[in-house]
């Protein structure tokens, strides 16, 4: 039989909005006298736009000494990673962060990851707070053997919750990262897609149009890409809606 918490946090994961439930699990987690129910009861508290600026200040400013202290324990094996300047050359203060996370209700809402390593997503994969992760944006890192590292990241994804994936700057795979999707992405997992400068062709788009994969898709946007009216026309023909725009050499594709 499932603890309250385990409770909880299932009944979090169908219904990550419900605010009524944070205050529910964070009271939960203030009596069992875990610091993360503090932590999400300050940001309930500081999202109520009819309590004074300054009060609000105050209370964002404790969340912040709240993850300073404690997000080495919340993000397990992730927070070296979100805290590593650069993977390859630890002695770079200028590289950009390997991993960037943003923080709601105690959880990790939204995720940009710019380094295609197979050790850090087997980390965001066992971080103790990634069930309620809105969005994962992955911009496009240059890596040794690019499809096959993609490949083994891609399979540690799959255990990963997440209701909108972005691919961003991916242009030198093109057309294959609708069949690297397709392949090594779980079936029977919604969520939103979006493929941003992926260099993906009419060609592309009319596979994507037409494999199971697309059924898989709440919504699909494909901005700054390569695709004529032929494969915005593709996609529209499988209910997705299409916003033509050109965009450099190619046209661009948005749905939603």
Same mark, same amino acid.
Request: glycine share 6%; proline share 6%.
């Given at each position: 039989?499932?603890?309250?918490r385990? +409770? ?7 219904d ?5 439930l944070? +205050?529910?699990y ?7 006298g875990d610091?993360?129910g ?5 940001k309930l508290?500081?999202?109520?736009? +009819?309590?004074?600026?300054?009060e609000r200040y105050r209370f ?5 000494q709240? #993850?300073?202290? &404690?997000?080495r324990d919340w993000?397990?094996p992730?927070f070296? !990673?979100v805290h590593?300047?650069d993977? !390859?050359?630890?002695t770079n203060?200028?590289?950009?962060d390997p991993?960037?996370?943003g923080w709601?209700?105690?959880w990790l &809402?939204d995720v ?5 390593? $197979?050790?850090?997503?087997?980390a @965001? ?6 069930r309620?992760i809105?969005?994962i944006?992955?911009v496009?890192?240059v890596?040794p053997d690019?499809?096959?590292t993609?490949?083994t990241? !891609?399979?540690?994804?799959n255990?990963?919750?997440f209701?909108?994936? #972005?691919?961003?700057g991916f242009?030198s795979?093109?057309?294959? #990262?609708?069949?690297?999707l397709?392949?090594?992405l779980k079936?029977s997992?919604?969520? &939103?897609? $979006? @493929?941003?400068?992926?260099?993906i062709?009419d060609?592309g788009?009319?596979w994507?149009?037409? +494999?199971r ?8 946007r494909?901005p700054?890409?390569?695709?004529s ?7 529209v023909? $499988?209910?997705f809606?299409v916003e033509?725009?050109r965009?450099?050499?190619?046209w ?5």
């Amino acid at each position: 039989m499932p603890t309250t918490r385990e +409770s909880l946090e299932a009944a979090l994961a169908a219904d990550p909005d419900n605010r009524t439930l944070h +205050s529910a699990y964070a009271d939960h987690l203030i009596e069992e006298g875990d610091p993360r129910g503090e932590f999400i009861r300050l940001k309930l508290t500081s999202d109520d736009e +009819s309590l004074p600026d300054p009060e609000r200040y105050r209370f964002a400013d404790q969340e912040v000494q709240l #993850i300073e202290r &404690h997000e080495r324990d919340w993000l397990g094996p992730l927070f070296d !990673f979100v805290h590593a300047v650069d993977l !390859f050359n630890p002695t770079n203060d200028q590289a950009t962060d390997p991993i960037q996370v943003g923080w709601k209700y105690g959880w990790l &809402h939204d995720v940009r990851i710019r380094c295609l390593d $197979v050790r850090l997503f087997d980390a @965001l994969r066992r971080c103790p707070v990634n069930r309620l992760i809105d969005s994962i944006t992955i911009v496009h890192p240059v890596v040794p053997d690019e499809p096959a590292t993609m490949r083994t990241c !891609f399979q540690f994804l799959n255990d990963v919750p997440f209701r909108s994936l #972005i691919l961003e700057g991916f242009e030198s795979l093109g057309d294959r #990262i609708v069949r690297i999707l397709n392949r090594y992405l779980k079936r029977s997992r919604m969520f &939103h897609l $979006v @493929l941003d400068g992926c260099g993906i062709t009419d060609d592309g788009a009319q596979w994507l149009a037409h +494999s199971r994969f697309a059924a898989d898709l709440k919504s699909l946007r494909m901005p700054r890409n390569y695709l004529s009216p032929i494969g915005v026309a593709a996609l529209v023909e $499988v209910g997705f809606r299409v916003e033509e725009r050109r965009t450099g050499p190619g046209w661009g594709a948005d749905g939603d």
